[in-house]
């Protein structure tokens, strides 16, 4: 379906939440203050060839010591929201037993000065930095990872619950499971695809169980999970590709959304995996869907399948991509949130928490990086949101990621997604054009 090509301001009401989004590890650094215990990512940074600059998150963007200056970035974007996420091993260096009251106390200055500034703080519980000394156990392979996470969940929420707008406890758990045990490229770096899929099992359950602790307990009102999908599309009108289509998305997309929204795990990647399969006890899929207050939904592109595999650098339409390699499909948005609300009648509010691209950096023209693909590609993807909302999907907040350039996980620094731009030499941060643009935007909308 045609899209306009701006998104007209007036398409999204007064509740809707408009932010940027990052992660702990990619832009904190300070990986030894207060206390902060050692992260599976500090480890596999360490592994040769594990990232593609030799790089790490030692320093990254110094968003810990520099947190006051950022929230004032923050604000001057003129967004209501910020999502961020929780570094378990600042709050709990462990994983389990004693806490760590001053790496919580980072959060604490980082929510209250959200608020101060009239800023609604989103987070999330787990963006992939698990405590190295709970791997050494086994990580999520073991269940007892599920019952240290819901402590951990627990804890965080009768400190900062009743501060935060929304807390979701997964980010992307098909890449925690897949990217990190199965193909490798994540941290911890393990491939083996019966590991993977019980690991898949662990962070849903830990999503469950700790959803249902955290609402016994009480302090934030709005609890759910952050999942990745985008479409799945056949690369031809060939049967074979057509059924490729359909079992990549059982396996990258309903393999989580299913358990969440209806308890219980495609049939059809059941049956794929065999002995494989995840060892499942009973009561385990009634936990994984408790009900959730919102979803976030990470986009980025769609798939292109055929019968030979999945491609996200598929350039057969000729399509633009950005500097992963993914092609820039802003259709795929809205089919996708159509395709949730299709599939399920239960859907809570969305949330797009995060909707980005990485893109080389242009020239400086008068100081302002030109970053006019980047602008394009928000444009485009936040029309496309406002299309879906007028096919009826409850879309109530969209995010950019990211904030500003940072540790691009395997790709170290070399691939840049920020909307502002980091001299990683002097840390200084510029607003790119699609900052400015992005700024100028959310102006228009309350002005409207
Ligand atoms: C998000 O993941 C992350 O939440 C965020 O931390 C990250 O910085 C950002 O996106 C940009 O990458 O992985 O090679 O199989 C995005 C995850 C990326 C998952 C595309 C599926 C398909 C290609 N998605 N990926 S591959």
Known sequence: AALSSTAQAGDFPNSFLWGAATSSFQIEGATQADGR????????????????????????????????????????????????????????PLGQGAWNAAGLGFYERLVDGLLQRGIKPVATLYHWDLPQALQDQGGWAMRDTVHHFVDYARHVQKHLGDRL??????????????????????????????????????????????????RADGGCKSLGIVLNMGPSMPA????????????????????????????????EILAELGADAPTIHDGDLQAIAVPIDHMGINYYSRQVV???????????????????????????????????????????????????????????????VQDLDRLDYLQTHIAAVAEARRRGVRVDGYM??????????????????????????TQVRTPKASAL?????????RQR
């Open 236 to 267: 031809t009108a060939h049967p074979a590709d057509i059924a490729a289509a359909r079992l990549y998305d059982a396996r990258f997309r309903r393999w989580y959304s299913d358990p969440v929204m209806r308890g219980q795990y495609p049939a």
């Open 37 to 92: 215990g050692e992260s599976i990512w500090d480890r596999f940074c360490r592994q040769p060839g594990a990232i593609s600059d030799g790089s790490n998150g030692d320093i990254a963007c110094e968003h810990f010591q520099r947190l006051e200056q950022d929230l004032d970035l923050i604000a001057s974007l003129g967004v209501n929201c910020y999502r961020f996420s929780i570094a378990w091993p600042r709050v709990q």
């Open 306 to 368: 055929s019968a030979s595999g999945a491609h996200w650098n598929a350039r057969a339409e000729g399509l633009p991509v950005s500097d992963m390699d993914w092609e820039i499909y802003p259709e795929g948005l809205t089919d996708i949130l159509c395709q949730m609300h299709a599939d399920y009648p239960n859907l809570p509010p969305l949330y797009i928490t995060e909707n980005g691209g990485a893109f080389p950096d242009q020239a400086m023209q008068n100081g302002v």
């Open 165 to 214: 707008y929304a807390l979701s406890t997964h980010n992307e758990p098909w890449c925690a499971a897949t990217l990190g045990h199965e193909t490798g490229v994540h941290a911890p770096g393990l491939r083996n695809r019966a590991l993977a899929a019980q690991v898949s099992h662990h962070l849903l359950l830990s999503h469950g169980l700790a959803v249902q602790a955290m």
């Open 400 to 425: 950019v990621w990211s904030l500003m350039d940072n540790f691009e996980w395997a790709f170290g620094y070399s691939k840049r997604f920020g909307i502002v731009h980091v001299d990683y030499a």
């Open 437 to 445: 643009w992005y700024r100028d935007f959310l102006r228009q909308w």
